[in-house]
Every structure is written in C-alpha cells, then in structure tokens.
C-alpha cells in the first residue's frame, strides 16, 4: 500500500509516519526541507522514541520523501496512484498544498478513477473540511463532481505530544508513549483506510472538542502561567503548586462544559483529565513554554482553547470561569519577541489598551461577561506583578 504525506516535520515522522508504516504502508514524505528529503531517500528508515521511565525505540522502516517545491511534478503523479493521502503541515500552510494536491486529483481522474481518503491531521477543528475547499478552488466544475464522487476528505482529531527535539539526529524523532487519532467515518470514500492506530467515529466533534478543551487547553496552563511566573520549561511550571492548581480548575470548567455538551461521562472524563495531566508532568517530553505558548493570538481566538470553552461555561452553569480568565489573562500579558504573533499581540495592546485589543483579537462584544472575568484577572495578575 502506497501511502503519500505532506509534511516531514517531527509529528509527521513521529506520529503518522510511524503508524503508517506499522500498518504496512510505503510512505513518501512531501516537504520543502532538501536535507530531510535527502536523509530519507538515503537511509530508507528511521527511529522514534517512546519516551518515558522506559524508553522503547521504534525503528520506522520503507519511506522516501521528494521536494514538493522542486519536483511538484513527481510528487503529483505519485499522489494520483496513492492509496491514502494524510496531512500534517499546520493549519497555515494547508492552502499552500491545495494546488499540488488538486494537480494529483485531476490526474487521478484520467488514470485511476478509485476512492481516494485525504486526513489533514492538524491541531484545529475541521483540517480536511478546509483542505477540501482550497483544493476545491483549483478544480473545474467535472473534477469537482468528480471528487464528491470519489475523494473524502473526514475531519481527524489528533493528539501527541512531540516536544523540541535536542537529539541532533536529522530523522529521529522522540514522542511521548500516549496517541489518539480519531477519524470521521461518515465522509470517508470506500473502505476505512487500515491504519492501525486509527478510531473511527461517527460523530466527530466530540472528540475534537475533547481534545481542544482538555489538551490544548491544558496545555496552555503551564506555558502562558509558566512565561507569567519566570519558568523555562513545561516541566518547571508543572511544579508550581499555583499552576498545579489553576491547571485542576481550568479542566474542571472545561469538563463541566463537555460533560453538558456531549454527555461524556463524569467519572470517565475526570479519569481522562487525569491521565492528561500526568502526561503533561513527563519529564521526558518537556517542551519550552515559549514553544507551547507561540502564536497567542490565535489562541485567543473565538473558536479556539480557552475562548470558546469559557463562554460556554458562562452560557451553560451562569458561573464566572475564574481559571479560564485567568489563563487568557497571562495570554495578554504574554511577551516573547522571537514570536511574531507574541510582538504583534503587545503592540495591539499598547496601541488599543487590553480589553479592547482582547475584544478585537477574540470577537467578543463590549457587553460580554466574559471580558469583564478576564480584566478582573488581569488587574490582579498585573498587581501582584508590580509588588
């Protein structure tokens, strides 16, 4: 089987690559990295660690790469003989695959007229959904009936932790022991796509909302809090008992929200939330938090890990989310200047003040409760700075 991803970065090598190439799939990597490409044409192979107290290295075998930028030309003719097409670019750089990906569909159509599954496996909601329409934009009215016909494109939750890597190997990558990919079965085209590692569902949000309000959510904790108090690492801030405990209350609001939205469990969530915070407690997958926390304003976005789930909270319970606000209040206070979203988010505020620059950046009214929570946070956090 002939698997085709794009992207050849840490998450896209230590996370799909690797559980394509344990189900049995030749994997070719699209990147523009020329030195990755070359590593993987040379050596054919490469290993993943499994971190943790035991480590265990997975050895990932039968991959190739080529250059999408140089030789867009191979790369489509080998995307229009794959059997399955998976993503993992950055919500960013999706439209900039669309083109090479439509050029391979059209060509497809004239060869191989067979189903065809394409799962952008992006930290957002809605990856392939938003694929599909930039490369929609690149076909003709028949191609387009055509790819209704033939072509899905099911939405994917996907979740592991791959930290900065310090190893100074080019291809190795190491990630925490912990996976989910969650796929939509309802849009796919043909037969399931056999990936080990794969859970298909048939109501996927859920699961996406799970993972955004209790991952990325969790996640940020410990870096906007972390950056705000001095740490370096995830790992520093996991051990100050404050965080510890804005951490607990900010899962618990986002658990009261999913537990009313979706009819989680209660007991099996907090199980869940748990087990998300000891991952977040490895020492061996401890990122920076400068690197967690980069683009802040997206993070504040109205749809995103802290926004949303706060407002849903005030919608449903009619309490104040004291722990959400307090997080997004350290995003305000965020300051990193090798983070263009970081510089861009402080000159809004100096420009704007920050509830204004609040309300721009998350599209909240002037009237919402939930501003009113996050200044209250904000005065206090910015008193306790100045003391």
């Given at each position: 089987?002939?698997?085709?991803?794009?992207?050849?970065?840490?998450?896209?090598?230590g996370?799909?690559?690797?559980?394509?190439?344990?189900?049995?799939?030749?994997?070719?990597?699209?990147?523009?990295?020329?030195?990755?490409?070359?590593?993987?044409?040379?050596?054919?192979?490469?290993?993943?660690?499994?971190?943790?107290?035991?480590?265990?290295?997975?050895?990932?075998?039968?991959?190739?790469?080529?250059?999408?930028?140089?030789?867009a030309?191979?790369?489509?003719?080998f995307?229009?003989?794959?059997?399955?097409?998976?993503?993992?670019?950055?919500?960013?750089?999706?439209?900039?695959?669309?083109?090479?990906?439509?050029?391979?569909?059209?060509?497809?159509?004239?060869?191989?007229?067979?189903?065809?599954?394409?799962?952008?496996?992006?930290?957002?909601?809605?990856?392939?959904?938003?694929l599909?329409?930039?490369?929609?934009?690149?076909?003709?009215?028949?191609?387009?009936?055509?790819?209704?016909?033939?072509?899905?494109f099911?939405?994917?939750?996907?979740?592991?932790?791959?930290?900065?890597?310090?190893?100074?190997d080019?291809?190795g990558?190491?990630?925490?022991?912990?996976?989910?990919w969650?796929?939509?079965?309802?849009?796919?085209?043909?037969?399931?796509?056999?990936?080990?590692?794969i859970?298909?569902?048939?109501?996927?949000?859920?699961?996406?909302?799970?993972?955004?309000?209790?991952?990325?959510?969790?996640?940020?904790?410990?870096?906007?809090?972390?950056?705000?108090k001095?740490?370096?690492?995830?790992?520093?801030?996991?051990?100050?008992?404050?965080?510890?405990?804005?951490?607990?209350?900010?899962?618990?609001?986002?658990g009261?929200?999913?537990?009313?939205?979706?009819?989680?469990?209660?007991?099996?969530?907090?199980?869940?939330?748990?087990?998300?915070?000891?991952r977040?407690?490895?020492?061996?997958?401890?990122?920076?938090?400068?690197?967690?926390?980069?683009?802040?304003?997206?993070?504040?976005?109205s749809?995103?890990?802290?926004?949303?789930?706060?407002?849903?909270?005030?919608?449903?319970?009619?309490?104040?989310?004291?722990?959400?606000?307090?997080?997004?209040?350290?995003?305000l206070?965020?300051?990193?200047?090798?983070?263009?979203?970081?510089?861009?988010?402080?000159k809004?505020?100096?420009?704007?003040g920050?509830?204004?620059?609040?309300?721009?950046?998350?599209?909240?009214?002037?009237?919402?409760?939930?501003?009113?929570?996050?200044?209250?946070?904000?005065?206090?956090?910015?008193?306790?700075?100045?003391?």
């Amino acid at each position: 089987m002939q698997a085709v991803h794009f992207g050849a970065g840490n998450i896209g090598r230590g996370f799909i690559g690797l559980l394509l190439s344990q189900s049995g799939y030749h994997t070719l990597f699209l990147d523009v990295n020329e030195s990755v490409i070359n590593a993987l044409n040379e050596h054919k192979e490469y290993e993943v660690t499994l971190t943790g107290e035991k480590k265990e290295v997975l050895r990932v075998r039968d991959v190739s790469g080529i250059n999408s930028l140089t030789n867009a030309e191979e790369a489509a003719e080998f995307l229009s003989r794959a059997d399955l097409v998976t993503a993992a670019v950055g919500p960013k750089v999706l439209p900039a695959i669309a083109g090479l990906l439509a050029e391979g569909l059209k060509r497809r159509f004239q060869n191989r007229p067979e189903p065809l599954n394409v799962i952008a496996c992006e930290n957002m909601i809605g990856g392939s959904s938003m694929l599909k329409e930039h490369v929609y934009q690149h076909l003709s009215a028949e191609e387009k009936r055509l790819a209704d016909e033939l072509i899905g494109f099911p939405d994917a939750a996907v979740d592991r932790i791959v930290p900065d890597q310090r190893s100074g190997d080019l291809l190795g990558v190491a990630v925490e022991p912990y996976f989910e990919w969650v796929v939509e079965r309802p849009a796919i085209k043909g037969d399931p796509p056999p990936v080990n590692g794969i859970t298909y569902v048939d109501e996927l949000e859920p699961y996406i909302e799970r993972k955004l309000f209790t991952v990325n959510t969790g996640h940020a904790v410990p870096a906007y809090l972390g950056r705000y108090k001095g740490y370096q690492t995830i790992n520093e801030a996991m051990d100050d008992e404050e965080i510890e405990r804005v951490l607990q209350g900010a899962l618990e609001e986002t658990g009261e929200v999913l537990v009313q939205m979706h009819r989680f469990n209660p007991s099996l969530h907090k199980e869940y939330t748990q087990k998300i915070i000891e991952r977040f407690r490895n020492p061996y997958v401890s990122d920076f938090v400068t690197r967690v926390g980069r683009g802040p304003i997206r993070k504040l976005g109205s749809n995103d890990r802290l926004v949303r789930p706060a407002s849903l909270y005030m919608q449903l319970t009619g309490k104040e989310p004291v722990n959400l606000a307090t997080v997004i209040a350290a995003v305000l206070l965020y300051e990193n200047d090798e983070d263009d979203e970081a510089r861009e988010l402080q000159k809004q505020i100096d420009e704007q003040g920050y509830e204004s620059a609040f309300r721009h950046i998350s599209g909240l009214p002037e009237n919402d409760p939930l501003v009113g929570a996050v200044m209250k946070q904000l005065d206090t956090m910015k008193k306790q700075r100045l003391s």
